[in-house]
């Protein structure tokens, strides 16, 4: 299953960033990059800090400048993630998304609770749009 999520990351990868899978894999392969080689490398497409993230997801998801964000730092670890796979009421599904996005989609779902079943948009960078 890992193995299968990994070649649909490097499909999105390489499509989204129109490369061959070939220099998706290349690039990939479990390296992490810093900000100006990821641009060099095609990777992003622009660089900035959290300030500018932000007001782009509001942007591209159509929500205000004004729209609320709320950063949400309390992650559980990969051990604990495992751990909640194998506890009652732990969703698998909810860690392998945990494991994927990096942040705790336990939140999310915590959060959309409290927001009468809106979905929250998880963004990579642990920030929940409201």
């Not at 989204?16 to 990777?43: C, F, I, N």
């Not at 900035?48 to 709320?70: Q, R």
Request: aromatic share 6%; glycine share 12%.
């Amino acid at each position: 299953m890992i193995d299968e999520v990994y070649e649909e990351f490097l499909r999105k990868v390489s499509e989204g960033r129109k490369m061959s899978p070939k220099m998706a894999q290349r690039v990939a392969s479990g390296r992490v990059w810093t900000g100006e080689d990821a641009y060099r490398l095609g990777l992003v497409d622009k660089l900035g800090g959290i300030a500018d993230a932000i007001a782009e997801a509001k942007a591209i998801s159509g929500l205000p400048p004004e729209a609320k964000a709320v950063e949400v730092r309390g992650q559980t670890s990969i051990r604990d993630q495992v751990r909640g796979l194998f506890a009652s009421g732990g969703g698998a599904r909810d860690v392998l998304l945990s494991l994927l996005v990096g942040a705790d989609v336990g939140v999310a779902r915590a959060m959309e609770a409290e927001l009468s079943g809106r979905p929250a948009l998880v963004d990579p960078a642990l920030l929940f749009f409201l």
